[in-house]
C-alpha cells in the first residue's frame, strides 16, 4: 500500500457520520515493532452501528481499509498508509461470556484475557495460547498457534462484518484453517465463538502457567519492538532453520535477529519498514540457499 499522495483536506469522507475519524494518525504506537508513518485515516468505532457506517462508507468510496487488533505482528510502512485503519478497542468489541461449554469472545479482547477466563471458568483447549500477544480477532485471521494447539480448532462460528455494514455469521465447516493462515484474512471480524472442554480449574492453571513461562524465556525480555519473522514449516521450526543457516548476527539497518531465539526480529530507534523487509528477505534467502527450505513470512506487511 502505497503512502498518502497529498496532504489531506480539513474535511473527509467521513464528516457527515456520527463516529470520530483521525487524520494522519500516526501507526508506530499501534504497532508492536514502532513502526508506521501516518495512516490518512484512523477511527476506533465505539459500537457495532458505528462501525457499519465506517465500513459501508470505505466500500462506497473505494477507500482501502485495513484493522488492526494488538498490532504485534504488524509492519506498516514508515512512508505511511493510504487508507483508513480500524481499531476495534471499545468495550463493544472486548467482551467475554461463558455460557456452559461455549465462549463468545469479541474480536478486539486480549487473546491472554479470552485464555484467562477460560481456564477459570474451568475450561479447556486454549490454555496452550496463553504466551501469544495481539487479540482474538487477529488470532483467528492468522490462526494463533503454540504448543500443538491452534485458535482455529476450537471454533463454532465466526461473525463478520460484511462491505455494505451487515453482518453474517459463519459456521466453522466454512472457514478454512491453516499454519498462520485463515480464510478470514481480508474480513472484518466482530467476535468468535468456541467449543470447549470441562476440567479441573487447577489443572488448567498450573499448565497455564507452565506455559507462560516457556513462552516468556523464549521471547525478547526488555523491549516491545519485536516480531516472529517465519511461521514453522512441518516437522521442524523456522528457529532452528534460521540457526543452522547462520543467520544469527544478520542485521539490516535497524533491524537484526535475535540471537538467543533466531525467529524473532528486534527493531532499533529509526529502524525502517524498509530495514525490516530487507532482514527477512535476506534470512529467507539464505535459508533457502543453504538448506533448500522456502520459509513464509508470518510478519503481516501492509
Same mark, same amino acid.
Given at each position: 500500500?502505497?503512502?498518502?499522495?497529498?496532504?489531506?483536506?480539513?474535511?473527509?469522507?467521513?464528516?457527515?457520520?456520527?463516529?470520530t475519524?483521525?487524520?494522519?494518525?500516526?501507526l508506530?504506537?499501534?504497532?508492536?515493532?514502532?513502526?508506521?508513518?501516518?495512516?490518512?485515516?484512523?477511527?476506533e468505532?465505539?459500537?457495532?452501528?458505528?462501525?457499519?457506517?465506517?465500513?459501508?462508507?470505505?466500500?462506497?468510496?473505494?477507500?482501502?481499509?485495513?484493522?488492526?487488533?494488538?498490532?504485534?505482528?504488524?509492519l506498516?510502512?514508515?512512508?505511511?498508509?493510504?487508507?483508513m485503519?480500524?481499531?476495534?478497542?471499545?468495550?463493544?468489541?472486548?467482551?467475554?461470556?461463558?455460557?456452559?461449554?461455549?465462549?463468545?469472545?469479541?474480536?478486539?479482547?486480549?487473546?491472554?484475557?479470552?485464555?484467562s477466563?477460560?481456564?477459570?471458568?474451568?475450561?479447556?483447549?486454549?490454555?496452550?495460547?496463553?504466551?501469544?500477544?495481539?487479540?482474538?480477532?487477529g488470532?483467528?485471521?492468522g490462526n494463533?498457534?503454540?504448543?500443538?494447539?491452534?485458535? +482455529?480448532? *476450537?471454533?463454532?462460528? =465466526?461473525?463478520?462484518?460484511? @462491505?455494505d /455494514?451487515? #453482518?453474517? !455469521?459463519?459456521?466453522?465447516?466454512?472457514?478454512?484453517?491453516?499454519?498462520?493462515?485463515?480464510?478470514?484474512?481480508?474480513?472484518?471480524?466482530?467476535?468468535?465463538?468456541?467449543?470447549?472442554?470441562?476440567?479441573?480449574?487447577?489443572?488448567?492453571?498450573?499448565?497455564?502457567?507452565?506455559?507462560?513461562?516457556?513462552?516468556?524465556?523464549?521471547?525478547?525480555? +526488555?523491549? *516491545?519492538?519485536?516480531? =516472529?519473522?517465519?511461521?514453522d @514449516?512441518? /516437522?521442524? #521450526?523456522? !528457529?532452528?532453520?534460521?540457526?543452522?543457516?547462520?543467520?544469527?548476527?544478520?542485521?539490516?539497518g535497524?533491524?537484526?535477529?535475535?540471537?538467543?531465539?533466531?525467529?524473532?526480529?528486534?527493531?532499533?530507534?529509526?529502524?525502517?519498514?524498509?530495514?525490516?523487509?530487507?532482514?527477512?528477505?535476506?534470512?529467507?534467502?539464505?535459508?533457502r540457499?543453504?538448506? +533448500?527450505?522456502?520459509?513464509?513470512?508470518?510478519?503481516?506487511?501492509?
Amino acid at each position: 500500500m502505497t503512502a498518502p499522495s497529498e496532504t489531506p483536506a480539513a474535511g473527509s469522507p467521513f464528516d457527515d457520520l456520527v463516529v470520530t475519524v483521525q487524520v494522519a494518525e500516526p501507526l508506530a504506537s499501534h504497532t508492536w515493532l514502532g513502526i508506521g508513518g501516518p495512516a490518512r485515516y484512523f477511527c476506533e468505532p465505539v459500537s457495532v452501528a458505528a462501525l457499519a457506517t465506517v465500513v459501508a462508507r470505505c466500500h462506497e468510496r473505494g477507500i482501502a481499509m485495513r484493522v488492526v487488533g494488538g498490532g504485534s505482528n504488524i509492519l506498516a510502512p514508515t512512508e505511511g498508509l493510504d487508507a483508513m485503519v480500524i481499531r476495534l478497542s471499545a468495550p463493544a468489541f472486548c467482551s467475554i461470556e461463558v455460557d456452559g461449554q461455549s465462549v463468545r469472545a469479541g474480536a478486539g479482547a486480549k487473546l491472554v484475557h479470552l485464555v484467562s477466563a477460560t481456564v477459570q471458568a474451568g475450561l479447556s483447549g486454549l490454555e496452550d495460547l496463553v504466551g501469544i500477544p495481539g487479540t482474538v480477532g487477529g488470532g483467528l485471521v492468522g490462526n494463533a498457534a503454540a504448543h500443538g494447539s491452534n485458535l +482455529g480448532q *476450537r471454533i463454532r462460528s =465466526v461473525t463478520v462484518m460484511q @462491505p455494505d /455494514g451487515g #453482518t453474517e !455469521e459463519r459456521p466453522r465447516e466454512d472457514i478454512a484453517f491453516s499454519s498462520g493462515w485463515s480464510s478470514l484474512d481480508g474480513s472484518t471480524v466482530l467476535a468468535a465463538r468456541f467449543d470447549l472442554d470441562a476440567d479441573d480449574p487447577e489443572r488448567l492453571t498450573k499448565r497455564m502457567q507452565k506455559q507462560w513461562i516457556v513462552e516468556r524465556a523464549e521471547q525478547p525480555s +526488555g523491549t *516491545r519492538t519485536v516480531a =516472529v519473522m517465519f511461521k514453522d @514449516p512441518v /516437522g521442524t #521450526t523456522a !528457529e532452528s532453520l534460521i540457526a543452522q543457516a547462520g543467520c544469527r548476527d544478520l542485521c539490516v539497518g535497524g533491524a537484526s535477529v535475535y540471537k538467543p531465539h533466531a525467529n524473532y526480529l528486534v527493531a532499533e530507534a529509526g529502524c525502517s519498514s524498509g530495514d525490516v523487509r530487507g532482514l527477512i528477505e535476506r534470512v529467507r534467502t539464505i535459508v533457502r540457499d543453504q538448506l +533448500g527450505v522456502e520459509l513464509s513470512p508470518r510478519i503481516q506487511v501492509w
